[in-house]
């Protein structure tokens, strides 16, 4: 079976001015907005990775590392 079989995918856009950035940013250089990192994997290991992905119960981002 092919990874690409029969596969659902949405993308969804955003837009973001000036102003939201920048208010982002104080967010986050306040400690009021994180990035909430489950797990990381050794590049080696990407296939792991992809695998615990699709289980559909990851907490945050996965992450690669090189």
Do not use: C
């Not at 001015?17 to 208010?23: A, G, L």
Request: net charge negative; aromatic share 10%.
């Amino acid at each position: 079976m092919s990874v690409f079989e029969k596969q659902k995918s949405e993308t969804i856009m955003f837009s973001f001015t000036r102003e939201d950035m920048n208010w982002m940013l104080k967010q986050v250089l306040a400690g009021k907005l994180v990035a909430v990192v489950d797990r990381t994997y050794p590049l080696e290991k990407v296939a792991h990775a992809h695998e615990y992905i699709e289980t559909g119960h990851s907490k945050g981002k996965t992450g690669i590392d090189d």
